[in-house]
């Protein structure tokens, strides 16, 4: 149904189609995706939060009981960063090889490639919001009492998804060239995660690695969920201004490259 809809779009003037159309194909792909991602599993989208568990139930073992770390509500402290990081990882992961994977779509006549890193990251966004009434559940059992600032965790949620775009352009984009670079991202996402206080807190680094802590939009990210979420506070507006700043700046050159690369698309795959 798909390439049958995307072959229709060759005699339409691309990129000026009808914004209906991109939902509808969005929407598609998404849903294919979910439905291929849980193929043949037994417990299926229940995978979405029992991956998250499994890490919160090793990292509660290993620093509450083997190596005591005190830190307030610890469970929801790491189940909240883990969900944020997962989304995050999980779509760079994914969308640097989507080009390679999604072949039969890429070699239809007027497919619109530039929406695949978005189909990515959506699904990565449902699989986050689907896991939100977990998280909200060890909130209230550790405690939390939620207040007004909630309302602004879609704010949130559109600038880690508008970042995680333009990170997901430059990715794919590199990759089709140069087929290493999902590898390397393995390493340097399990790197940076070290770097994001995912299960410890920022108060414990030393001050002479708080600017390389800084230059990590995933530590602003994350302590900003906390914020909304456990502390019933104001986020850091000043640091998600930033971002946004910079997202805004270098998500149209991750398009345009990205746009640019997909001329070569047909032939490196």
């Known amino acids: 149904m798909i390439l049958k809809r995307t072959s229709n779009l060759s005699r339409q003037k691309f990129p000026t189609q009808n914004l209906g159309y ?19 599993s037994a417990l299926g989208i229940a995978w979405t939060l029992i991956s998250p568990l499994l890490q919160l139930l090793v990292f509660v073992f290993v620093f509450q009981v083997v190596i005591k770390i005190d830190i307030p509500q610890y469970s929801s402290y790491v189940f909240t960063g883990l ?11 994914q969308a640097t090889g989507i080009i ?8 239809q006549p007027g497919f619109p490639t530039v929406i695949l890193p978005v189909v990515v990251v959506t699904t990565g966004l449902i699989h986050f919001v689907l896991a939100l009434p977990v998280l909200f559940v060890f909130l209230l059992i550790d405690g939390v009492k939620f207040t007004p600032i909630l309302l ?24 089709v060239t140069f087929r290493d670079t999902q590898h390397t991202l393995g390493v340097l996402l399990q790197f940076l995660f070290y770097l994001t206080p995912i299960f410890y807190e920022l108060g414990n680094i030393p001050p002479r690695y708080w600017f390389i802590y800084g230059l990590n ?20 507006w000043l640091a998600l201004l930033i971002i946004s700043g910079i997202t805004l700046l270098f998500l149209p050159i991750g398009y345009r490259l990205f746009k640019y690369q997909s001329l ?4 490196e795959i």
């Open 264 to 267: 070569r698309f047909v032939e």
């Open 152 to 175: 602004a965790l879609p704010l949130l949620q559109l600038i880690q998804f508008a970042v995680t775009v333009t990170f997901s352009y430059f990715l794919a984009s590199l990759n």
């Open 217 to 236: 939009p995933m530590v602003h990210i994350v302590t900003c969920y906390r914020q909304i979420l456990m502390w019933g506070t104001q986020p850091d």
């Open 22 to 40: 991109l939902y509808d194909l969005l929407r598609s792909l998404v849903d294919r995706d979910m439905k291929l991602m849980y193929k043949r």
């Open 100 to 107: 390679i994977s999604s072949r039969p779509l890429i070699r």
């Open 83 to 93: 969900l944020v990081w997962n989304w995050f990882q999980n779509s760079l992961f």
